[in-house]
């Protein structure tokens, strides 16, 4: 039966979402009285939160008796990948930005299923080195190297 | 007259010529890069044109700005990066026309949609900027509420996805421009104790994430299969009857981007999404936006490069910036002891003729550069997905990481990349949220402080006969296509059926 | 380009550095590597762009190459964490304005006003109390007045800044009902004042000295000990029995224990990189004069003046901890 509701998935994150929201609303701190001028700073919020529950109800009454429309299949790549993203920002502080972004630039084409390794190697390598100077040398800009710093400003 | 002579005469100066050009390069490459946009670039040349004479100094400064605004959006078609803010509006059409292989089109329409837009503003300028400051000064804080109202009336169809998700993806915009301090009451909202969030959640972060990241997440569904390249057709540059398709778009557009531009504090990302909104709604292929219109590209192009020379005119004339960039070449009139402000106009006419000289100048360069250089870029869209897409990974990181050089950017840079990887699998467009952050604190502040002003009275806000144009205009923009479709129906009463549900 | 430029200043540069070092003698070889100055924004705004100049004016004298470092957040509180963070050896010095006290008594801060100490002031410009230049309000006693009988429209920046304190104690000193609205930079609230959406506006001389000049705007009063150079006939505040003294100042701190001596020659190259032509310079397109410019002794008492009346205010405002 559920399978005949389009937008279910989304409609019921957002309202769990909104909930949650409007709860961390009532956390917000009260404005001193002297200088509580009309609008309170909860009003703003807390009136698109209601917003957008009525149109997520809206949309979930649209969906129902539909089917859901064909979505492209999540392969375990994409899950990969995505974890592969979160690795890489636990590592930036670590390693630093240069080091990860070889590390990445290794992993992720391996990873979607490109066989040349040599050309792999090279570009792992000369991607986060082309980075480096155009932003840290070029356009002055520094960035965070982790274990490099001691060579790398 | 004179002063116009005097000041386009920097354009015969050789130094002035020079760095006028090396602003242009420089600000078409850096704009081009994600998360580093022309006031990034802007800020960090400032102390050095220390060493040059005011008004080249200046003009670099403006060169930069214009060729930053379209630098931005060779990224946003080749990779769905946009590189600056304003070019957001030009993924939406320009990625697809990318990925079908029609990447030289794309940069081409943008080039030349940019350069038009941009001289059409400056012509303006030149003719009225005096009576243009009047206009930018009369607006305040009711004014920009009814412009904020009525760039809310666009949320439900500025893309063609269904307007109650648009609608949701547009308060969940606004929701995010809550975050951080809130202006008229000081009191700290959705911050989680994160020091960094204090001052509101950064843009750029969150474009980059729902864009770029994103994409990066569908592209490691895609199997295996190497795609097809047309690569014969990725350089092709527009062809005449495009030009002929979209140049009311590219007049209609200039006129919104100047108009936005000359507002104070607001910029070319507003213009270029009410450029592209306007471009749907007055297209035969409306419906067919976000899918690879070439009308979807000139649209917010022409919009976003008018109000770069649009923005200028606040901020010479009454030392309001125009836009974040503005604010920066400010500071750079400051370095140099120039006083921007009411005055301005009346006491330095020459400095003023001179930046829209290079303004100028910048156009005709980007646009030589942006068409020589769209056969050389398209390109990159015909490199593999396995080596391009990690790399636009690492200048993303980059890119979010630098403008305040902080973790929890890039931290939301991949939150919003997720979300934007399953708000576009369920049909939520990014069109409706990046309208909501840009209007954000817009509405909710003017409101507040047009409160103040008025008592507590909302009535008040009939005394301010702009606000009530713009309240029209809102009105319209909602009911245009009801009473449109119902006047149809009235006259044609058997052929509604399959019309009027539009 | 830095390379360029260092190069280009480098002559120049190692002469002053062995002044600096042979006057300083039995210190250490200070600086021997790159300074950052921690800005609390964005490239772009004020303080930024401030901070910029004097990292160029400061490295001319120093020798050793001077940047800026952007920590944005917390109303300061990011820039104050990261400079906690480093060492205490002169090589980090920090950008400050009155945001960063405020942010120091709303107990939002890692450091405290006890843990920096002052190197030199770049930029002091006082707020003065302005009205509309063809306004009823013709002096101070006229708007104080109305503010007793009704309430005084009075724009500012943000609430909890500056601007906002200001008003506050000014109208808690004076007796009257102020309501203040915020924007978002003081040319806006500028123009508001201008187009007549609110009554009266805490400005700087840097946003309005060519408004005054032509009469559309009026300094009623200014918010300073003394009375300020551009405006001779303009009383202060204090003059009026008012104790109230704020101003939108920017000025560059260490960590207490910095070395005193290290704290000495990164004053002394500042105040005389501030003395450049180039900085002059910037100070006229600023709005301001070399008044701006303070030594270490004044503008540490400044900061502690300013924290200790702001926390007054706060107190009484319940903003403070």
């Given at each position: 039966m559920l399978s005949r509701w389009r937008d279910l998935l989304p409609g019921v994150v957002l309202l769990v979402m909104v909930v949650a929201l409007y709860w961390i609303t009532t956390t917000f701190s009260t404005v001193p009285a002297l200088f509580?001028?009309?609008?309170?700073?909860?009003?703003?919020?807390?009136?698109?939160?209601?917003?957008?529950?009525?149109?997520?109800?809206?949309?979930?009454?649209?969906?129902?008796?539909?089917?859901?429309?064909d979505k492209p299949v999540i392969s375990w790549r994409m899950w990969v990948t995505a974890g592969l993203l979160l690795a890489a920002f636990l590592l930036f502080e670590i390693l630093g930005l240069t080091l990860t972004m070889a590390l990445t630039c290794l992993l992720i084409p391996l990873l979607w299923g490109e066989r040349r390794l040599g050309r792999i190697v090279i570009y792992a390598v000369c991607t986060p080195v082309m980075i480096y100077l155009l932003f840290t040398h070029a356009l002055q800009l520094r960035l965070p190297q982790g274990i490099l710093s001691p060579w790398l400003s | 007259?004179?002063?116009?002579?005097?000041?386009?005469?920097?354009?015969?100066?050789?130094?002035?010529?020079?760095?006028?050009?090396?602003?242009?390069?420089?600000?078409?490459?850096?704009?081009?890069?994600?998360?580093?946009?022309?006031?990034?670039?802007?800020?960090?040349?400032?102390?050095?044109?220390?060493?040059?004479?005011?008004?080249?100094?200046?003009?670099?400064?403006?060169?930069?700005?214009?060729?930053?605004?379209?630098?931005?959006?060779?990224?946003?078609?080749?990779?769905?990066?946009?590189?600056?803010?304003?070019?957001?509006?030009?993924?939406?059409?320009?990625?697809?026309?990318?990925?079908?292989?029609?990447?030289?089109?794309?940069?081409?329409?943008?080039?030349?949609?940019?350069?038009?837009?941009?001289?059409?503003?400056?012509?303006?300028?030149?003719?009225?900027?005096?009576?243009?400051?009047?206009?930018?000064?009369?607006?305040?804080?009711?004014?920009?509420?009814?412009?904020?109202?009525?760039?809310l009336s666009m949320l439900a169809s500025i893309s063609g996805k269904s307007p109650v998700k648009n609608l949701i993806g547009g308060a969940f915009g606004l929701l995010i421009a809550t975050v951080g301090v809130d202006l008229t009451t000081g009191v700290e909202r959705f911050t989680f104790g994160i020091p960094e969030l204090y001052e509101g959640i950064s843009f750029i972060p969150i474009l980059i994430g729902l864009f770029a990241i994103a994409e990066l997440l569908s592209q490691a569904n895609v199997r295996d299969k190497v795609l097809e390249r047309i690569s014969l057709n990725a350089i092709k540059l527009p062809s005449v009857t495009d030009f002929k398709r979209v140049w009311p778009t590219i007049l209609r557009s200039s006129g919104i981007g100047?108009?936005?531009?000359i507002l104070p504090a607001e910029g070319s990302t507003m213009a270029a999404m009410i450029g592209y909104n306007e471009a749907r709604r007055w297209s035969k292929n409306g419906d067919k936006f976000g899918t690879g219109e070439i009308e979807g590209i000139a649209g917010p192009e022409a919009a976003n490069n008018a109000a770069t020379g649009g923005s200028m005119v606040p901020t010479l004339a009454l030392g309001i910036p125009g836009s974040a960039t503005a604010a920066v070449i400010l500071g750079g009139l400051q370095i140099h002891g120039i006083r921007p402000g009411a005055y301005l106009f009346e006491n330095q006419p020459d400095l003023l003729y001179s930046i829209f000289a290079a303004m100028f100048l910048a156009n005709v360069v980007f646009l030589v550069f942006?068409?020589?250089?769209?056969?050389?870029?398209?390109?990159?869209?015909?490199?593999?997905?396995?080596?391009?897409?990690?790399?636009?990974?690492?200048?993303?990181?980059?890119?979010?990481?630098?403008?305040?050089?902080?973790?929890?950017?890039?931290?939301?840079?991949?939150?919003?990349?997720?979300?934007?990887?399953?708000?576009?699998?369920?049909?939520?467009?990014?069109?409706?949220?990046?309208?909501?952050?840009?209007?954000?604190?817009?509405?909710?502040?003017?409101?507040?402080?047009?409160?103040?002003?008025?008592?507590?009275?909302?009535?008040?806000?009939?005394?301010?006969?702009?606000?009530?144009?713009?309240?029209?205009?809102?009105?319209?923009?909602?009911?245009?296509?009801?009473?449109?479709?119902?006047?149809?129906?009235?006259?044609?009463?058997?052929?509604?059926?399959?019309?009027?549900?539009? | 380009m830095r390379h360029w430029m260092k190069s280009g200043l480098l002559m120049t540069s190692l002469a002053t550095a062995a002044l600096a070092f042979s006057a300083t003698s039995g210190a250490d070889d200070f600086p021997s590597e790159p300074i950052e100055i921690v800005v609390h924004t964005s490239p772009g705004g004020g303080t930024d762009t401030t901070a910029r100049i004097v990292a160029l004016a400061t490295q001319a004298q120093l020798g050793t190459n001077v940047y800026v470092q952007n920590k944005k957040g917390g109303g300061g509180s990011v820039a104050m964490s990261y400079v906690k963070s480093k060492p205490a050896d002169g090589y980090t010095v920090?950008?400050?304005?009155?945001?960063?006290?405020?942010?120091?008594?709303?107990?939002?801060?890692?450091?405290?006003?006890?843990?920096?100490?002052?190197?030199?002031?770049?930029?002091?410009?006082?707020i003065i109390v302005m009205v509309r230049g063809d306004s009823r309000y013709k002096s101070i006693h006229d708007l104080i007045e109305a503010g007793r009988a009704g309430v005084i429209k009075w724009g500012g920046t943000q609430i909890g800044g500056v601007?906002?304190?200001?008003?506050?104690?000014?109208?808690?000193?004076?007796?009257?009902?102020?309501s203040f609205v915020p924007f978002d930079s003081g040319a806006e609230f500028a123009a508001a004042l201008s187009r007549g959406?609110?009554?009266?506006?805490?400005?700087?001389?840097?946003?309005?000295?060519?408004?005054?000049?032509?009469?559309?705007?009026?300094?009623?009063?200014?918010?300073?000990?003394?009375?300020?150079?551009?405006?001779?006939?303009?009383?202060?505040?204090?003059?009026?029995?008012?104790?109230?003294?704020?101003?939108?100042?920017?000025?560059?701190?260490?960590?207490?224990?910095?070395?005193?001596?290290?704290?000495?020659?990164?004053?002394?190259?500042?105040?005389?990189?501030?003395?450049?032509?180039?900085?002059?310079?910037?100070?006229?397109?600023?709005?301001?004069?070399?008044?701006?410019?303070?030594?270490?002794?004044?503008?540490?008492?400044?900061?502690?003046?300013?924290?200790?009346?702001?926390?007054?205010?706060?107190?009484?405002?319940?903003?403070?901890?």
């Amino acid at each position: 039966m559920l399978s005949r509701w389009r937008d279910l998935l989304p409609g019921v994150v957002l309202l769990v979402m909104v909930v949650a929201l409007y709860w961390i609303t009532t956390t917000f701190s009260t404005v001193p009285a002297l200088f509580a001028q009309g609008m309170q700073a909860t009003a703003m919020p807390r009136l698109i939160l209601g917003v957008m529950a009525v149109l997520t109800l809206v949309m979930l009454y649209q969906g129902y008796g539909h089917v859901e429309e064909d979505k492209p299949v999540i392969s375990w790549r994409m899950w990969v990948t995505a974890g592969l993203l979160l690795a890489a920002f636990l590592l930036f502080e670590i390693l630093g930005l240069t080091l990860t972004m070889a590390l990445t630039c290794l992993l992720i084409p391996l990873l979607w299923g490109e066989r040349r390794l040599g050309r792999i190697v090279i570009y792992a390598v000369c991607t986060p080195v082309m980075i480096y100077l155009l932003f840290t040398h070029a356009l002055q800009l520094r960035l965070p190297q982790g274990i490099l710093s001691p060579w790398l400003s | 007259m004179e002063h116009i002579l005097t000041g386009f005469s920097i354009l015969i100066d050789p130094m002035s010529l020079a760095v006028i050009l090396l602003g242009t390069i420089v600000g078409v490459l850096v704009g081009a890069l994600p998360g580093l946009s022309s006031s990034m670039a802007v800020a960090l040349l400032l102390p050095f044109t220390i060493y040059l004479d005011p008004v080249p100094a200046i003009s670099m400064l403006a060169a930069l700005y214009c060729a930053g605004t379209f630098g931005g959006s060779i990224t946003a078609i080749l990779i769905n990066a946009p590189g600056a803010p304003p070019a957001a509006a030009t993924a939406f059409d320009g990625y697809p026309m990318a990925q079908r292989g029609e990447a030289g089109r794309a940069l081409g329409m943008a080039a030349v949609a940019s350069v038009i837009g941009g001289i059409l503003s400056l012509i303006v300028m030149v003719l009225a900027a005096p009576a243009l400051a009047r206009i930018s000064h009369s607006f305040g804080p009711p004014e920009y509420f009814a412009l904020a109202v009525f760039g809310l009336s666009m949320l439900a169809s500025i893309s063609g996805k269904s307007p109650v998700k648009n609608l949701i993806g547009g308060a969940f915009g606004l929701l995010i421009a809550t975050v951080g301090v809130d202006l008229t009451t000081g009191v700290e909202r959705f911050t989680f104790g994160i020091p960094e969030l204090y001052e509101g959640i950064s843009f750029i972060p969150i474009l980059i994430g729902l864009f770029a990241i994103a994409e990066l997440l569908s592209q490691a569904n895609v199997r295996d299969k190497v795609l097809e390249r047309i690569s014969l057709n990725a350089i092709k540059l527009p062809s005449v009857t495009d030009f002929k398709r979209v140049w009311p778009t590219i007049l209609r557009s200039s006129g919104i981007g100047t108009f936005i531009g000359i507002l104070p504090a607001e910029g070319s990302t507003m213009a270029a999404m009410i450029g592209y909104n306007e471009a749907r709604r007055w297209s035969k292929n409306g419906d067919k936006f976000g899918t690879g219109e070439i009308e979807g590209i000139a649209g917010p192009e022409a919009a976003n490069n008018a109000a770069t020379g649009g923005s200028m005119v606040p901020t010479l004339a009454l030392g309001i910036p125009g836009s974040a960039t503005a604010a920066v070449i400010l500071g750079g009139l400051q370095i140099h002891g120039i006083r921007p402000g009411a005055y301005l106009f009346e006491n330095q006419p020459d400095l003023l003729y001179s930046i829209f000289a290079a303004m100028f100048l910048a156009n005709v360069v980007f646009l030589v550069f942006g068409l020589v250089g769209a056969r050389l870029f398209s390109r990159i869209s015909l490199i593999p997905r396995t080596f391009l897409w990690p790399t636009v990974f690492a200048l993303c990181v980059v890119g979010a990481y630098g403008v305040n050089q902080s973790m929890v950017d890039v931290m939301i840079m991949l939150i919003a990349g997720f979300a934007g990887f399953w708000l576009k699998r369920y049909g939520f467009g990014a069109a409706p949220i990046i309208m909501g952050v840009v209007l954000g604190s817009l509405v909710e502040n003017s409101l507040a402080q047009s409160m103040i002003i008025f008592d507590h009275d909302a009535w008040r806000f009939l005394d301010r006969p702009i606000a009530i144009g713009f309240f029209l205009l809102a009105a319209f923009s909602l009911f245009y296509q009801p009473v449109f479709g119902w006047l149809r129906r009235f006259r044609r009463p058997r052929s509604a059926a399959s019309k009027g549900a539009k | 380009m830095r390379h360029w430029m260092k190069s280009g200043l480098l002559m120049t540069s190692l002469a002053t550095a062995a002044l600096a070092f042979s006057a300083t003698s039995g210190a250490d070889d200070f600086p021997s590597e790159p300074i950052e100055i921690v800005v609390h924004t964005s490239p772009g705004g004020g303080t930024d762009t401030t901070a910029r100049i004097v990292a160029l004016a400061t490295q001319a004298q120093l020798g050793t190459n001077v940047y800026v470092q952007n920590k944005k957040g917390g109303g300061g509180s990011v820039a104050m964490s990261y400079v906690k963070s480093k060492p205490a050896d002169g090589y980090t010095v920090m950008a400050i304005t009155p945001t960063h006290l405020f942010t120091m008594l709303r107990g939002n801060s890692p450091l405290d006003i006890d843990d920096i100490q002052g190197l030199a002031r770049a930029t002091d410009d006082p707020i003065i109390v302005m009205v509309r230049g063809d306004s009823r309000y013709k002096s101070i006693h006229d708007l104080i007045e109305a503010g007793r009988a009704g309430v005084i429209k009075w724009g500012g920046t943000q609430i909890g800044g500056v601007d906002h304190i200001a008003a506050m104690s000014f109208a808690k000193a004076a007796g009257m009902k102020v309501s203040f609205v915020p924007f978002d930079s003081g040319a806006e609230f500028a123009a508001a004042l201008s187009r007549g959406d609110i009554d009266a506006a805490g400005l700087n001389i840097s946003e309005t000295r060519d408004q005054i000049a032509a009469g559309d705007f009026r300094p009623l009063a200014v918010m300073a000990d003394d009375r300020m150079k551009a405006l001779p006939d303009v009383p202060t505040l204090s003059e009026k029995g008012l104790d109230i003294s704020f101003s939108t100042v920017r000025g560059y701190v260490v960590l207490k224990s910095t070395p005193k001596a290290r704290q000495e020659i990164l004053e002394k190259a500042m105040l005389k990189g501030m003395e450049s032509d180039r900085y002059q310079n910037y100070l006229k397109g600023i709005g301001l004069d070399e008044t701006s410019i303070e030594d270490a002794a004044d503008w540490d008492s400044q900061i502690r003046r300013m924290y200790k009346a702001g926390q007054e205010t706060m107190q009484d405002l319940g903003l403070a901890r």
